[in-house]
């Protein structure tokens, strides 16, 4: 189970153990299924050093089209799932994540709650453009938390209303042509470079 959590696949832990895949993927699905929950473990746990800010991300997860549990309700899904981690800033651990059908403000909702149940000291949450929305839902369970856009959320936000990367692009653009040019921007065909465009014609000389 650690091999495969270090990044070695069935195959490669397969050859390596000279078993087969399938046996390697029951062995390592059957302890995987006796694992405690991630947020249970965080119960039983209790850390004492988290920071008290809050990064709120979704993450997409390919499954199989079947009925999944999701957060105690059952839906169909097709294109995967999305897994909603509440990670501490200082310390990259996850005091909660919620697998859920999509990133929506009912199981955001419900993960504060559970960071408010193991007793988490929340200050600032961190998110991205949704940021109104996860705001009301925090403060519905949190009020007067501080909830603020990621830089890279923000910085994005900013290049599409300025325009920045367009208006790099274009000089970019520009560049390229007038370097694939030369010194002349006279010569009004791409077939011919320049140095073949000063060459005499060859018949009308003979």
């Known amino acids: 189970m650690k091999d495969h959590l270090n990044r070695n696949s069935c195959r490669i832990l397969a050859v390596e153990e000279e078993m087969e895949k399938k046996t390697i993927c029951r062995i390592i699905n059957k302890t995987a299924s006796e694992l ?21 991300d979704g993450k997409c997860v390919a499954v199989k089209d079947a009925k999944q549990t999701v957060t105690g309700r059952k839906s169909k899904t097709k294109k995967g799932l999305v897994d909603i981690s509440f990670i501490d800033y200082a310390t990259h651990d996850i005091p909660v994540h919620i697998l859920a059908a999509s990133e929506n403000m009912h199981d955001i909702e419900q993960g504060f709650l559970m960071l408010r149940e193991i007793g988490y000291p929340l200050k600032v949450v961190v998110c991205d453009e949704s940021m109104g929305e996860i705001m009301s839902v925090a403060r519905k369970v949190f009020p007067g938390v501080i909830v603020q856009l990621c830089l890279t959320h923000y910085s994005a936000a900013l290049d599409r209303n300025i325009k920045v990367n367009s208006a790099k692009r274009t000089i970019a653009s ?13 010569i009004p065909s791409h077939k011919y470079d320049r140095e073949k465009a000063r060459q005499p014609d060859s018949s009308a000389i003979n």
């Open 174 to 186: 520009v560049e390229k042509k007038l370097a694939h040019l030369g010194g002349s921007i006279l």
């Open 36 to 56: 405690v929950d991630s947020n249970e473990l965080t119960r039983l746990m209790c850390p004492q050093n988290y920071c008290g800010i809050i990064l709120v």
